[in-house]
């Protein structure tokens, strides 16, 4: 089984959903009880309601529960600040040709979110970024053209 990395962030919120999920089942089947109380099972929208919730509910801990049972964390925190870009790095990017600043940190697939500057280690910028060091300039192919950036800053936070 191949890993996966995830960030220690990535894998805390994945613990708490799971945990919320978890508390959620004994709720779940108590409205399936207290639905089946009601009679008729073929004409009870209460109990299809709550066996309907009950089968995304168990679908979501299998998915967290697989993603945790392949994740492999890596805390950027207690690697060599060598000023190369790596998996969980934070990298503030000069565009050469407008000076615009961006700041983005490298995660895992999971935990990308493009407006709070969380990118996936697998999109086109972070392999362009992955490896190299404070100063370097890259060429990188977006979908808008070629951009190319200075990394400015590589933090390990």
């Known amino acids: 089984m191949e890993k996966v990395p995830m960030t220690v962030r990535g894998e805390k919120l994945l613990r ?30 209460e109990y299809h ?23 492999q964390v890596i805390d950027v925190t207690k690697m060599d600040k060598t000023g190369k870009v790596i998996f969980g790095s934070t990298v503030t990017l000069i565009d050469v040709n407008t000076d615009e600043e961006k700041t983005y940190q490298i995660v895992g697939d999971d935990e990308a979110d493009i407006k709070a500057g969380r990118i996936s280690v697998s999109s086109p910028i972070a392999r362009g970024l992955i490896a190299k060091s404070e100063g370097d300039e890259v060429t990188i192919v977006t979908p808008g053209g070629e951009k190319v950036f200075e990394i400015d800053r590589v933090d390990y936070i």
């Open 16 to 45: 708490e959903e799971l945990e919320r999920l978890l508390k959620l089942r004994p709720q779940i089947s108590q409205a399936i009880a207290e639905a089946r109380e009601l009679g008729d099972l073929k004409e009870n929208a």
């Open 49 to 71: 309601a709550a066996r309907e919730e009950q089968g995304i509910c168990e679908a979501q801990i299998r998915d967290i529960e697989y993603k945790l049972s392949v994740a």
